[in-house]
Protein backbone atom coordinates (compact mmCIF):
# COMPACT_ATOMS: atom_id res chain seq x y z
CA UNK A 1 0.00 0.00 0.00
CA UNK A 2 3.19 1.77 -0.31
CA UNK A 3 5.83 3.00 -2.33
CA UNK A 4 9.41 1.10 -1.44
CA UNK A 5 10.89 4.72 -1.57
CA UNK A 6 8.36 5.54 1.42
CA UNK A 7 8.49 2.26 3.41
CA UNK A 8 12.32 2.54 3.71
CA UNK A 9 11.64 6.21 4.81
CA UNK A 10 9.18 5.17 7.26
CA UNK A 11 11.91 2.18 8.64
CA UNK A 12 14.36 4.43 8.63
CA UNK A 13 12.51 6.66 11.06
CA UNK A 14 10.52 4.23 13.29
CA UNK A 15 12.89 1.64 13.41
CA UNK A 16 11.91 -1.87 15.08
CA UNK A 17 8.00 -1.48 15.05
CA UNK A 18 5.37 -2.77 12.80
CA UNK A 19 4.78 -1.31 9.85
CA UNK A 20 1.80 0.82 10.50
CA UNK A 21 0.43 2.85 13.42
CA UNK A 22 -2.16 1.35 15.86
CA UNK A 23 -4.68 2.08 18.34
CA UNK A 24 -3.63 0.10 20.76
CA UNK A 25 -4.73 1.69 24.52
CA UNK A 26 -8.04 3.18 25.98
CA UNK A 27 -7.00 6.69 27.90
CA UNK A 28 -9.39 7.08 30.67
CA UNK A 29 -9.77 7.95 34.50
CA UNK A 30 -6.73 10.16 33.88
CA UNK A 31 -4.32 7.52 32.47
CA UNK A 32 -3.65 5.61 29.52
CA UNK A 33 -4.25 1.57 29.88
CA UNK A 34 -2.49 -0.96 28.26
CA UNK A 35 -1.76 -2.51 25.30
CA UNK A 36 -5.25 -3.92 23.81
CA UNK A 37 -6.71 -4.34 28.55
CA UNK A 38 -10.07 -2.68 26.79
CA UNK A 39 -9.25 -1.94 22.94
CA UNK A 40 -10.02 -5.24 20.79
CA UNK A 41 -7.11 -6.69 19.51
CA UNK A 42 -7.25 -7.21 15.28
CA UNK A 43 -5.34 -10.00 13.23
CA UNK A 44 -3.87 -7.76 10.62
CA UNK A 45 -1.41 -6.17 12.30
CA UNK A 46 -3.28 -3.11 11.26
CA UNK A 47 -2.58 -3.00 7.92
CA UNK A 48 -5.55 -0.67 6.55
CA UNK A 49 -8.85 -1.91 5.79
CA UNK A 50 -9.55 -0.58 2.27
CA UNK A 51 -13.39 -1.83 1.94
CA UNK A 52 -16.21 0.47 3.41
CA UNK A 53 -18.29 -1.97 2.58
CA UNK A 54 -16.93 -4.65 4.81
CA UNK A 55 -17.63 -5.45 8.28
CA UNK A 56 -13.57 -5.18 8.97
CA UNK A 57 -14.62 -1.45 8.71
CA UNK A 58 -16.24 -1.82 11.97
CA UNK A 59 -13.62 -3.23 14.59
CA UNK A 60 -11.06 -4.01 12.25
CA UNK A 61 -9.53 -7.60 10.74
CA UNK A 62 -10.47 -9.90 13.45
CA UNK A 63 -12.48 -7.50 15.96
CA UNK A 64 -15.31 -8.56 16.00
CA UNK A 65 -14.28 -12.10 17.32
CA UNK A 66 -11.68 -10.82 19.86
CA UNK A 67 -14.74 -9.00 22.64
CA UNK A 68 -14.22 -12.13 24.76
CA UNK A 69 -10.46 -11.02 25.60
CA UNK A 70 -11.05 -7.57 26.13
CA UNK A 71 -11.63 -6.28 29.02
CA UNK A 72 -14.87 -3.61 29.58
CA UNK A 73 -13.25 0.12 31.57
CA UNK A 74 -15.80 1.93 33.60
CA UNK A 75 -15.77 5.45 32.85
CA UNK A 76 -18.18 8.28 33.65
CA UNK A 77 -20.11 11.09 31.95
CA UNK A 78 -18.69 14.22 31.11
CA UNK A 79 -15.15 12.96 32.22
CA UNK A 80 -11.83 13.02 29.58
CA UNK A 81 -11.52 9.71 27.62
CA UNK A 82 -9.93 8.68 23.89
CA UNK A 83 -7.41 6.10 22.66
CA UNK A 84 -3.96 6.06 21.92
CA UNK A 85 -1.44 4.98 19.52
CA UNK A 86 1.59 3.08 19.75
CA UNK A 87 3.59 5.47 17.25
CA UNK A 88 2.41 8.81 15.94
CA UNK A 89 0.48 9.57 12.71
CA UNK A 90 2.52 9.52 9.95
CA UNK A 91 0.13 9.66 6.88
CA UNK A 92 -1.83 12.76 6.28
CA UNK A 93 -5.45 12.20 6.96
CA UNK A 94 -7.88 12.83 9.03
CA UNK A 95 -9.73 11.22 12.22
CA UNK A 96 -13.14 10.22 13.19
CA UNK A 97 -14.12 8.66 16.86
CA UNK A 98 -17.64 7.27 16.78
CA UNK A 99 -19.49 5.47 19.62
CA UNK A 100 -22.05 3.24 19.88
CA UNK A 101 -24.22 1.83 22.72
CA UNK A 102 -24.83 -2.03 23.23
CA UNK A 103 -28.30 -2.98 23.66
CA UNK A 104 -29.19 -3.18 27.20
CA UNK A 105 -29.20 -6.70 28.35
CA UNK A 106 -26.25 -7.66 26.00
CA UNK A 107 -22.49 -8.34 27.28
CA UNK A 108 -20.58 -5.37 24.99
CA UNK A 109 -17.76 -8.51 24.75
CA UNK A 110 -20.74 -9.87 23.15
CA UNK A 111 -21.52 -7.34 20.66
CA UNK A 112 -20.83 -7.11 17.15
CA UNK A 113 -22.13 -3.26 16.96
CA UNK A 114 -24.03 -4.23 13.87
CA UNK A 115 -27.38 -1.71 12.85
CA UNK A 116 -27.49 2.45 12.65
CA UNK A 117 -26.36 2.73 16.20
CA UNK A 118 -22.79 4.91 15.81
CA UNK A 119 -22.77 8.32 16.01
CA UNK A 120 -20.00 10.46 15.93
CA UNK A 121 -18.13 12.21 18.89
CA UNK A 122 -14.89 13.80 18.13
CA UNK A 123 -12.97 14.76 14.48
CA UNK A 124 -9.82 16.21 13.83
CA UNK A 125 -10.08 17.41 10.08
CA UNK A 126 -7.62 19.44 7.19
CA UNK A 127 -6.89 22.83 7.26
CA UNK A 128 -7.38 24.55 4.10
CA UNK A 129 -6.89 27.99 2.79
CA UNK A 130 -8.52 27.79 -0.20
CA UNK A 131 -5.94 26.21 -2.40
CA UNK A 132 -2.56 27.75 -1.50
CA UNK A 133 -1.84 24.82 0.94
CA UNK A 134 -3.63 22.07 3.16
CA UNK A 135 -2.67 20.88 6.12
CA UNK A 136 -3.19 17.68 8.58
CA UNK A 137 -3.45 18.52 11.94
CA UNK A 138 -3.66 14.30 12.65
CA UNK A 139 -0.30 13.61 11.86
CA UNK A 140 2.45 13.63 14.56
CA UNK A 141 -0.74 12.49 17.09
CA UNK A 142 -0.10 10.07 19.49
CA UNK A 143 -3.70 10.07 20.50
CA UNK A 144 -7.14 11.33 20.84
CA UNK A 145 -9.56 12.61 23.57
CA UNK A 146 -12.27 13.95 23.82
CA UNK A 147 -14.62 15.16 26.79
CA UNK A 148 -17.44 12.55 27.32
CA UNK A 149 -20.78 14.34 27.07
CA UNK A 150 -22.38 14.56 30.19
CA UNK A 151 -26.17 13.62 29.26
CA UNK A 152 -24.64 10.72 27.41
CA UNK A 153 -27.41 7.57 28.87
CA UNK A 154 -25.66 5.28 30.72
CA UNK A 155 -24.62 2.16 29.32
CA UNK A 156 -21.68 -0.39 27.78
CA UNK A 157 -20.32 1.47 24.10
CA UNK A 158 -17.75 1.07 22.24
CA UNK A 159 -15.43 3.90 21.21
CA UNK A 160 -14.09 3.72 17.70
CA UNK A 161 -11.31 5.26 16.63
CA UNK A 162 -10.41 5.87 12.53
CA UNK A 163 -7.67 7.25 10.99
CA UNK A 164 -8.63 8.04 7.48
CA UNK A 165 -5.51 7.98 5.41
CA UNK A 166 -5.19 10.10 2.47
CA UNK A 167 -1.93 10.20 0.93
CA UNK A 168 -2.94 7.45 -2.40
CA UNK A 169 -6.79 8.44 -2.04
CA UNK A 170 -7.00 9.46 -5.51
CA UNK A 171 -8.60 6.73 -7.28
CA UNK A 172 -11.32 4.46 -5.31
CA UNK A 173 -10.47 2.28 -2.66
CA UNK A 174 -7.28 3.95 -2.39
CA UNK A 175 -7.77 5.75 0.80
CA UNK A 176 -6.96 3.52 4.29
CA UNK A 177 -8.56 3.35 7.54
CA UNK A 178 -7.04 2.53 10.47
CA UNK A 179 -9.16 1.68 13.28
CA UNK A 180 -9.84 0.02 16.74
CA UNK A 181 -12.72 -0.17 18.80
CA UNK A 182 -12.50 0.14 22.66
CA UNK A 183 -14.78 -1.15 25.20
CA UNK A 184 -16.20 0.96 27.95
CA UNK A 185 -18.91 0.83 30.65
CA UNK A 186 -20.36 4.39 30.85
CA UNK A 187 -22.26 5.68 34.39
CA UNK A 188 -22.84 9.02 35.79
CA UNK A 189 -24.95 9.85 32.64
CA UNK A 190 -28.38 11.57 31.30
CA UNK A 191 -31.03 11.17 29.17
CA UNK A 192 -29.09 13.15 25.83
CA UNK A 193 -29.82 11.75 22.27
CA UNK A 194 -26.67 10.96 20.74
CA UNK A 195 -27.00 11.58 16.91
CA UNK A 196 -26.98 11.16 14.08
CA UNK A 197 -26.89 7.23 13.85
CA UNK A 198 -25.29 5.76 11.06
CA UNK A 199 -24.26 1.77 10.30
CA UNK A 200 -20.42 0.62 9.78
CA UNK A 201 -20.16 -0.56 7.56
CA UNK A 202 -22.63 1.59 5.18
CA UNK A 203 -21.31 5.42 6.54
CA UNK A 204 -19.25 5.43 3.48
CA UNK A 205 -19.51 4.85 -0.14
CA UNK A 206 -15.87 5.80 -1.40
CA UNK A 207 -17.03 8.49 -3.02
CA UNK A 208 -17.11 11.33 -0.39
CA UNK A 209 -15.16 14.06 -1.68
CA UNK A 210 -13.09 13.53 2.00
CA UNK A 211 -12.28 10.39 0.82
CA UNK A 212 -11.93 9.92 -2.62
CA UNK A 213 -9.76 12.64 -3.16
CA UNK A 214 -6.09 13.80 -4.72
CA UNK A 215 -4.70 15.64 -1.85
CA UNK A 216 -1.35 16.91 -3.91
CA UNK A 217 -2.87 17.85 -7.23
CA UNK A 218 -4.11 20.02 -7.14
CA UNK A 219 -4.22 21.35 -3.48
CA UNK A 220 -7.86 21.32 -1.99
CA UNK A 221 -9.21 24.54 -1.70
CA UNK A 222 -11.62 23.06 0.61
CA UNK A 223 -12.36 19.75 2.66
CA UNK A 224 -15.48 17.52 3.80
CA UNK A 225 -15.38 15.46 6.86
CA UNK A 226 -16.44 11.99 5.93
CA UNK A 227 -19.50 10.82 7.97
CA UNK A 228 -22.22 12.86 10.30
CA UNK A 229 -22.27 16.22 12.18
CA UNK A 230 -20.03 15.21 15.75
CA UNK A 231 -22.80 14.98 18.98
CA UNK A 232 -21.35 16.65 21.31
CA UNK A 233 -24.24 16.31 23.99
C1 LIG B 1 -18.89 -10.06 29.65
O1 LIG B 1 -18.20 -11.07 28.94
C2 LIG B 1 -16.84 -11.20 29.32
C3 LIG B 1 -16.17 -12.17 28.35
O2 LIG B 1 -16.90 -13.36 28.24
C4 LIG B 1 -16.76 -11.63 30.76
O3 LIG B 1 -15.43 -11.75 31.17
C5 LIG B 1 -17.46 -10.58 31.62
O4 LIG B 1 -17.48 -10.99 32.96
C6 LIG B 1 -18.88 -10.34 31.15
N1 LIG B 1 -19.43 -9.20 31.86
C7 LIG B 1 -20.55 -9.27 32.55
C8 LIG B 1 -21.00 -8.00 33.22
O5 LIG B 1 -21.20 -10.30 32.64
C1 LIG C 1 -15.13 21.67 -2.05
O1 LIG C 1 -16.33 22.41 -2.24
C2 LIG C 1 -17.00 22.10 -3.48
C3 LIG C 1 -18.15 23.08 -3.61
O2 LIG C 1 -19.03 22.97 -2.53
C4 LIG C 1 -17.42 20.66 -3.46
O3 LIG C 1 -18.05 20.31 -4.69
C5 LIG C 1 -16.20 19.77 -3.28
O4 LIG C 1 -16.59 18.43 -3.16
C6 LIG C 1 -15.44 20.17 -2.04
N1 LIG C 1 -14.20 19.42 -1.96
C7 LIG C 1 -13.89 18.68 -0.92
C8 LIG C 1 -12.60 17.94 -1.01
O5 LIG C 1 -14.59 18.55 0.06
CU1 LIG D 1 1.01 3.19 5.05
Known amino acids: ?32 TAEYEYV ?34 PVTAGSTV ?11 G ?11 GTNISDWDGSGDVWFKVYQVTAVTDGGTSVSWPSVGMSQVT ?3 PADIPDGEYFIRAEDIALHVAETYGGAQFYISCAQVSVTGGGNGTPG ?7 VYTGYEPGILINIYDP ?5 TQPGPAVWSG
Open 1 to 32: MKTASFFALASALVPAVTAHYRWTSLIANGGT
Open 40 to 73: RVNTNDNSPVTDVTSTDLRCNVGGLDSGPETSTD
Open 82 to 92: GLALDQAIYHP
Open 94 to 104: VVNVYMAKAPS
Open 146 to 148: FTL
Open 196 to 202: PLVAIPG
Open 219 to 223: IPANY
